[in-house]
Each structure stands twice: as structure tokens, then as C-alpha cells.
């Protein structure tokens, strides 16, 4: 049966893909060095003066791995390179983001330059996720003048093989020529592709049509829904060259330009007929494929859908072959211009300078269509390369790092080797001195015409239908950390700015106004937060954050830490997307270990659907774990074709029994993503409901064991019940897990960020863990994390989750996590916040039910007499309502003051059991609307 077209191979934001690994091998090395490395490479790689291909192992993975903070490369996985471009694919054992094999093409950068930003690329056929190509074997060689890896399989009665290769340097490019033969029949195979994964915009794609300009995009893709085929059909375009940019602003930079050299069509009579490609774009993907099967019609301009149609019928018979050639070069700026510069050596160059250091200059033909990108110097100089032949008036617009954005046409005649452009005058910002040894996070809000401003924009347009993704560097808002490398000074659009001086949930805030004239500086003269609540005690951290080393996030690492600190929170967990990767080097390199605290972990990320999980695995997170520095990946458990049991267990035989949360269990509904393991638990379409037992048919797959003894779904230790800023999610997990409390199977609720980038406000929300040092931090430094100590606390549910409110709850003498003992008692619930954090109501829930619901009055103290005629749980929520417009909502946009307890349990009769309550008879309310919200 024929796959469903485009069916969801990009199943969206939080998908993952591979990950990254966690120490880097440091320092840049000079060419020749790097050379001579490759010639003591040792006895995995077969080598030519230059030039290396073969597998990794514990001699030279130092010296032949592809460095960056994307490289996930380890021992076992192929390598080939020339000294200059160095590229790696995953061995057959070592799963892809898309499969449960390996064979594919994972990091790729400039050797010895440590620039990798690559995710992975995925051959695939017919465009569907149920037709990935399996990787057979894997070969490599060095021959006449090429390093290369050679990989098979078979998929439909066809054999797959990829030949990937690097040329002698000086180039710069990656080849790849797949070899798509039919061998016996089998299901069609009308189209053959690589998908690109940039999870979130990771990388942000500029797509060009070399034989067919009209059809370039540039970074302005249209809207595609997977699912739909005339959505899909819409968004497919006739261009050949995909240029993937890196995040500007993460150094060292990169960009790839991928690009198709041919298709053509071999048959058993002889003949030779080239083949009709396509592109398209998404969010998190990138697409270049090509038919299998030359055209009746169509095959020129924009795809139409008589010609998607003919796919229909379109299949290779037993013994032609379809070849399909690419190349993916390297550019050492994350610019379009560094990639079509190379493409155009022969154009012609056009160079000038600016008053506008920085700028990003986006350049357009004369037909309106984008040719190229690129960025000013720090004095403001520019060069690029127009395409041979390239002739009229060109556009060069000019787009401030401040804003706005300046247009200066430019004449370019026939045969012109270079045009030097006139020196021009820009529109000037405003300079806002910084203070400096503070630490604080300074959120800027443009008052009455002036905009608020978009500090870090990398100003390159990216859309997807119609829609702008900002680059994950961007946000309203700077961090200072209190250490040398600090942001010295913003540049501002001139106008009026209110500044917002916070420190998170537990400091005050510092509000004042502010004028920016062009072309002045001024310092920014504003109070630093004072510390106005203590919580002893308790630890405050984050168990879900991303940075650059996620494969769905390009935040640099040192931004990602100055804004933590500046949030005030005590422990942050890294948790990138099957890359466990340690913070603590760069957080001692920054000279901020007496601030904060850290620990390794990991997001398990299963997107294959395979024989044992039909629907995935979910997101799941691992901690604390320590890095494999030499294994694919730093060592992150499998997860793809894996049940959440096998996940489980494995990652508890690890040394301390890391921890496992299941992540954004509902991510907004019952059919809402692979991410969401409760919206179908792997097995299922219709995901578990809570108002039936676990032993229903439909909970049956989480209790089931996978052998006599073995492990189950279930066995998961705590649940992220709020993530983020959305509280319909919360209150949708919040059914689950008060559905598994009261059938016994006690979890921990937890609350975390899962920021990918600066504009997701990190550390809010944040878990409220019952944990004291050592050491009082009164004599010195924070002392070292008792871990084992932590991590009881955590799995106990000795905790609770807030984003601004601080709980003090106690059933007699017992808190969240513990046990009380007795019929009746007094529930005692304190509640403190800083002025601007609004508070409203408090809510009690018993075994799952709201028994009171009640404004919180000015002193925040309330006792709640109880009685239980049998053994029970106590949770508590306390909510407020951040209005328009409030100090709250400037400084955390889109959430809600919030706070929620873990469970006091209630041994009502004293006899040392508690016993689970059961779910009540008439079921709990249902998923669409748990509980009212206030």
C-alpha cells in the first residue's frame, strides 16, 4: 500500500533529531598541523597524502572527529576529510533522528575549526517518514584523489547506495551521488530526497532556483502542512541550491550551501534522460529531491499539481537506475554571500562601505528576486558576487542591527568585473551604555512611537508562510552576569525606552525611562535589584533547557548561562536533545561557579515510528548523567523504535539511578504530536484517559511489562506537568497525574522552562526542591551539590513548582512529599511574592477534587481544617492574574503567577500504609477542562 504523501516526517517544535557531544577538542589549529594530524591518524583510516576516510576509534578520534558544538560524532561512527572539510556519518548501530539505524550524514565543518552546526540529512523516498532508507553497510576508501564512505540498503525492491566524498583541498565541498536501482518489484518509488533537519530554525534556510531565478525564495518560504498534499503541493518550489545559515552571533560561524548537480534517469535500453527536481521548506526541515521518471508534462517553473499527480503512476522498472548528485559546500560566514561567492567566482564583485557596522544587507535582481545576503564588517565594509552575466539595476537594501532599513539601488552593466558603490550615510542609532559588575536582566519596552527593540537581530527575514521566526539569539532583553564578559552597550533606535531592571521571582525590580538621540551615547542609570524574599531551605531549578548544543537551538552557550544567572535560580540542568553535554566548563570559564550550579542531562527524544513504537516514545528527561566524551552522542540512551520501559530501565542502571521525567506530556490535545507521550502512548492513537483505570484497554500499554519482572512505561519518576508559559498543557497533565496518584502510582510534578531561545524566558517557571547544602552557604562559595541528596528530593516529591509565588505548605507537620498521620488536621498554606508578582486565589485539591477555592487576602496565610474518613492526598495551587500592561507581564510575557504542590499524603488511619484512593466512580472531569481556571 502506497504511504501517504509527505506524511509527518517533521513533526514539529520540540522534535529532535541528533544530538550533540559534550567535550570539544579546543583551540583552532593551523592547516598544516591539522594535516599532519590526519598522517598519523592510526590504523582505522585509510589515508592519501591529505586526504582520510574510515572509522573512529580511541587512537584518532581526537585528532579526526569534526569539532563545533553540534559534533556528535563518536567511536564507531565513519569520518572522511581533507584536511580542510571534514564530515562524519553515524555508524550502522548508532540511531538518526528519523530511523533506528545509522548511515547518514550527522556533522560537517571545517576541519580543526570546531564550526560544526550541521543536524543531520536523511535519504528518503516518496517523501515519507515510512520510507526512510535503512542503511545496510557501510564502506569507505581513499582513491584517485577522493577520501570517501559508502553506504547501502534496500527499501520497495530497489537498492540505495550513497556515495559521499571530499576532493583533494583546496575544496570545500562535500559531494554526495546516490544510485537508486530497481532490482526486483516492489512498492513505487516516484521520488527520491534528503531531508535536512534544523529543528526551530536551528538553521535558517535561503533557497535559490539557479535555471529558473522566479523561483527563488530567499529566506521567505510559503506555509506547508505535512498532512495536507495540496498544502504540501503548494509549497513545493523548481530550486536546486539550499544555502543552511548558522546562528550569527555563535562562533565560529558556518553556512552550507547544498545544492543538486544532476538527476538523470539510466535504462537497461541505454538511454540517458535527466529528471525534473524540487525543494521546499519548513520551520524545522529543508527538502532537495528529485523524480524518478522524466515528465509527460511539466518539469519547468513552479511544480503545478498535474505534475505532482503524475507520481501516481510513476515507479522505475527492474534494472534502471536513477542518479542523483549533490554537493554541500562550506562557507566560514553565516551569510548567503559566503556560499554564492563561491558559486559565482566569475561575477561580478560588488563591494563599498557604510556607516553602519554590522548592518545586514539583503540584495535583489532586477526582477525583485533575492540573490544573496550577507553582513557589514565593524567598519562597515561589504563585498559580494552577482551571478555571471548579471546586468540592470540591482537592489541593495540596508537593514540596521537597530531596525529600519535603507534601499540604495545600484547599476550593474554587461561584463562589469567589479563596481565599487559610493560610500553612503545611514539612518544612526543611539549608543545606552551598560552598567557593568551587576548582575541583573534589563527588559527594554519602546514607548508611544518607538518600537521595542529587538536586541540581537540577526535582521534576516526568515518566514514561513508569512509567519518570521527570529533568530534564537533574539529577545527584548539583555542579561548581565556581573563578570568581565558581559554586553558593554546596546545601539538603539532613537525614541523613548522604559528599562526594567530585574533579578527573578525572589528580587525586586528597578523601573525607569530613558532617552536614546542618534548618534550619542548615555549611560543607563538604574537601581540593581535588591534581594527581598529568602526561601532557606529551598533550591530553585530548572530541569528542561536548551542552547546551541541542542540540534533544535542556536542560543550560544554563554548567553544561555548570563540569562540564567540573571533569573536568580540555583541549578540548571542541560538537557539538549540526545546530547549529553556539560555547562560546567563554560560556567567556570565565565567565572560564575560561585552563582550557580549545574548538572548533566539529557532530552531523549524518540521521532521514529517504528514496529515497537508505532507512535514514538515521547520526550523524556534524563539527570543527572555523566558525559562519554569518545561515544556517539556523549553517551545518550537510544530511544528511536524503543518503548518508554527499555528507555526507563536502561537509564536507571546508571551509576546513582538517574531520574526520568516524561516532558510536555499534552501538548495542547489529544492528536497534538509525537512529542506528547500521554496524547498516545506510544502504541495508540487515542492516548490515555485519565477517567479510566490504568488496567483499561486503553491505559493497558503503560502497567503492561515487557518480561515477567521487567520493566513498564510507567516507571517514569516525575511528570513535566508545566512547561513553559501554557497552562491549558498544565492543566491537562495535571488529569494524568492526579489519575495516577490515585491509583497508587506516585510521580513527581514538575515545572520547567524548555527554552530553546533568549525570547522563552528561562527559569520561569522553575521547581522548588526541599534541600540544604553541606555547608551553609554563609561560610564561602555555594558548597557542592550533594547530588544523591538532590535527586532523593526530587524523586520523593519533596518539591513544588512556581513561576513568581513562594509556598510554605504544611498538613500538620508534614510538607510536600511526606506522609501525615491522622484523621483530621490542619493544613497550613503560606504564601509570599514579590510586589510585582500578582497573586489571587488559592485552591486545595483532595485526591484529585477541589475542596477549596478561595481569595488569598493580604497577609497570605490560610489554614484549611481537614478531615478524611480514609487515606488521601493533598495538592495545592495558588494562581494570580498578570493584567496587560503590568510590571509581571513585561518581565515574564505569556505566563501566569503560579505555583502548584507536589502531594502530601494522608495515612488517615495511623497504620504506617497508604493506600491509594482509587479513582472515583463517576471518573474525573474531563481532559478539555480538568477544572475551571479562575
Known amino acids: 500500500m502506497r504511504p501517504s504523501f509527505l506524511a509527518t516526517f517533521v513533526e514539529a517544535p520540540r522534535s529532535a533529531g541528533p544530538a550533540r557531544v559534550a567535550q570539544r577538542v579546543h583551540g583552532t589549529r593551523p592547516l598544516f598541523l591539522i594535516c599532519l594530524a590526519f598522517l598519523a591518524a592510526g590504523p582505522g583510516l585509510a589515508q592519501e597524502p591529505g586526504l582520510f576516510a574510515g572509522q573512529l576509534d580511541a587512537q584518532n578520534f581526537g585528532s579526526h572527529r569534526v569539532g563545533g558544538v553540534d559534533a556528535v560524532a563518536g567511536v564507531g561512527d565513519w569520518v572522511l576529510g581533507n584536511g580542510r572539510v571534514c564530515a562524519a556519518i553515524a555508524g550502522l548501530e548508532h540511531e538518526s533522528m528519523l530511523s533506528d539505524r545509522g548511515g547518514v550524514l550527522v556533522d560537517l565543518g571545517h576541519c580543526g575549526r570546531r564550526d560544526d552546526q550541521w543536524g543531520v540529512l ?52 562535500l559531494v554526495l551521488r546516490t544510485t537508486l536501482e530497481r532490482e526486483v518489484p516492489g512498492e513505487s518509488a516516484f521520488l527520491i530526497a534528503d531531508i535536512a533537519i534544523h529543528g526551530n530554525g536551528q538553521l535558517t534556510p535561503f533557497t535559490l532556483a539557479s535555471r529558473d531565478e522566479g523561483t527563488s525564495l530567499g529566506f521567505e518560504h510559503p506555509a506547508v502542512d505535512v498532512d495536507d498534499f495540496f498544502s504540501a503541493a503548494d509549497a513545493m518550489v523548481r530550486a536546486d541550491i539550499q544555502i543552511l545559515l548558522g546562528t550569527r552571533g555563535l562562533e565560529p560561524q558556518i553556512a552550507y550551501g547544498w545544492r543538486i548537480l544532476g538527476a538523470r534517469i539510466e535504462r537497461t535500453d541505454g538511454t540517458h534522460d535527466p529528471l525534473a527536481h524540487l525543494a521546499m521548506n519548513g520551520k524545522h526541515f529543508s527538502i532537495l529531491g528529485a523524480y524518478t521518471e522524466t515528465l509527460l508534462w511539466g518539469g519547468l517553473g513552479p511544480p503545478s499539481l498535474a505534475e505532482l499527480l503524475q507520481m501516481l503512476w510513476m515507479d522505475l522498472d527492474v534494472g534502471d537506475r536513477v542518479v542523483f548528485e549533490r554537493e554541500i559546500l562550506l562557507g566560514e560566514r553565516a551569510t548567503a554571500a559566503s556560499i554564492t561567492d563561491q558559486l559565482w567566482s566569475r561575477g561580478t564583485l560588488v563591494q563599498g562601505r557604510l556607516d553602519a557596522a ?34 540592470g539595476e540591482h537592489l541593495l537594501e540596508v537593514r540596521p542591527i537597530f531596525g529600519g532599513a535603507v534601499e540604495i539601488p545600484f547599476q550593474v552593466s554587461a561584463g562589469t568585473p567589479g563596481l565599487e558603490l559610493p560610500f553612503r550615510n545611514t539612518p544612526q542609532p543611539g549608543r545606552l551604555n551598560l552598567p557593568r559588575g551587576e548582575i541583573m536582566r534589563l527588559t527594554l519596552i519602546g514607548l508611544g512611537e518607538t518600537p521595542t527593540p529587538r536586541l540581537r537581530a540577526d535582521r534576516r527575514g526568515f518566514s514561513v508562510g508569512g509567519q518570521e521566526i527570529p533568530g534564537h539569539a533574539e529577545s527584548n532583553s539583555v542579561s548581565l552576569a556581573g563578570v568581565p564578559g558581559d554586553v558593554l552597550s546596546l545601539d538603539l533606535a532613537p525614541g523613548r525606552y522604559r528599562v526594567i531592571a530585574s533579578r527573578g521571582p525572589l528580587w525586586s525590580l528597578s523601573v525607569g525611562e530613558i532617552e536614546v538621540q542618534a548618534g550619542k551615547e548615555s549611560p543607563l542609570e538604574i537601581e540593581p535589584p535588591l534581594r527581598i524574599l529568602e526561601h532557606p531551605g529551598w533550591l530553585s531549578a530548572d530541569f528542561h533547557v536548551h542552547a546551541a548544543p541542542s540540534d533544535d537551538s542556536g542560543l550560544p552557550l554563554r548567553q544561555r548561562l548570563s540569562e540564567f544567572v540573571a533569573m536568580g535560580a540555583d541549578l540548571i540542568v542541560s538537557t539538549e536533545h540526545d546530547n549529553v553535554y556539560d555547562y560546567q566548563p563554560a560556567i567556570e570559564e565565565m567565572g560564575l561557579a560561585g552563582e550557580i550550579h549545574s548538572l548533566v542531562g539529557v532530552e531523549i527524544t524518540s521521532t521514529y515510528r517504528g514496529s515497537e513504537t508505532p507512535e514514538t516514545a515521547g520526550h523524556s528527561n534524563a539527570f543527572p548523567l555523566v558525559v562519554q566524551p569518545e561515544a556517539y552522542r556523549g553517551g545518550a540512551p537510544d530511544s528511536q523504535n524503543r518503548r518508554l520501559a527499555r528507555i526507563v530501565e536502561e537509564v536507571h542502571a546508571r ?148 513561576s513568581g509565588p513562594l509556598l510554605e505548605v504544611r498538613l500538620g507537620e508534614s510538607g510536600p512529599g511526606e506522609t501525615f498521620k491522622g484523621g483530621r488536621g490542619a493544613l497550613s498554606i503560606g504564601v509570599r511574592a514579590a510586589p510585582w508578582v500578582p497573586i489571587g486565589e488559592v485552591r486545595v485539591f483532595v485526591d484529585g477534587a477541589l475542596a477549596l477555592r478561595k481569595p488569598l487576602d493580604q497577609s497570605g496565610e490560610l489554614t484549611v481544617p481537614l478531615a478524611f474518613e480514609r487515606d488521601a492526598f493533598v495538592t495545592v495551587e495558588v494562581e494570580g492574574k498578570a493584567e496587560a500592561g503590568s510590571l509581571y507581564a513585561q518581565v515574564a510575557p505569556g505566563h501566569t503567577p503560579f505555583a502548584f504542590t507536589n502531594p502530601i499524603f494522608v495515612d488517615a488511619d495511623s497504620d504506617g500504609h497508604w493506600q491509594p484512593p482509587g479513582l472515583p466512580r463517576d471518573g474525573l472531569p474531563t481532559l478539555s477542562a480538568p477544572f475551571e481556571a479562575p
Open 122 to 173: 536523511q535519504p528518503v523516498l516518496n517523501l515519507s517518514r515510512d520510507e526512510i532508507i535503512p542503511t545496510l553497510s557501510i564502506r569507505s576508501e581513499v582513491t584517485e584523489g577522493e577520501a570517501r564512505v559508502v553506504t547501502t540498503g534496500r527499501l520497495h525492491g530497489t537498492r540505495v547506495e550513497t556515495v559521499y566524498s571530499i576532493a583533494q583541498a583546496p575544496s570545500t565541498a
Open 358 to 391: 554590522g548592518a545586514t544587507l539583503h540584495v535583489e535582481s532586477p526582477a525583485g528576486v533575492p540573490l544573496t545576503h550577507l553582513e557589514t564588517d565593524a567598519d562597515g565594509h561589504f563585498r559580494f558576487r552577482l551571478p555571471p552575466g548579471a546586468q
Open 655 to 802: 551509576p546513582g539511578r538517574p531520574l526520568v521525567q516524561i516532558n510536555h506530556p499534552r501538548e495542547g490535545g489529544f492528536d497534538s504530536g509525537f512529542g506528547s507521550f500521554f496524547s498516545h502512548l506510544s502504541v495508540t492513537e487515542s492516548g490515555h484517559d485519565p477517567t479510566l483505570p490504568l488496567s483499561a484497554a486503553a491505559n493497558r500499554s503503560l502497567i503492561e511489562r515487557l518480561r515477567p519482572g521487567g520493566p513498564r512505561d510507567l516507571d517514569f519518576d516525575a511528570i513535566e506537568l508545566l512547561n513553559g508559559a501554557s497552562m491549558e498543557r498544565y492543566r491537562m497533565a495535571r488529569a494524568d497525574w492526579f489519575a495516577f496518584l490515585l491509583q497508587g502510582e506516585v510521580r513527581t510534578g514538575t515545572a520547567n522552562s524548555d527554552s530553546h531561545r533568549a525570547s522563552e524566558i528561562i527559569a520561569i517557571p522553575v521547581n522548588y526542591v526541599a534541600y540544604r547544602p553541606p555547608i551553609s552557604e554563609a561560610e564561602g562559595a555555594p558548597a557542592e551539590l550533594d547530588v544523591p541528596a538532590l535527586v532523593a528530593a526530587i524523586r520523593g516529591g519533596r518539591s513544588y513548582g512556581s
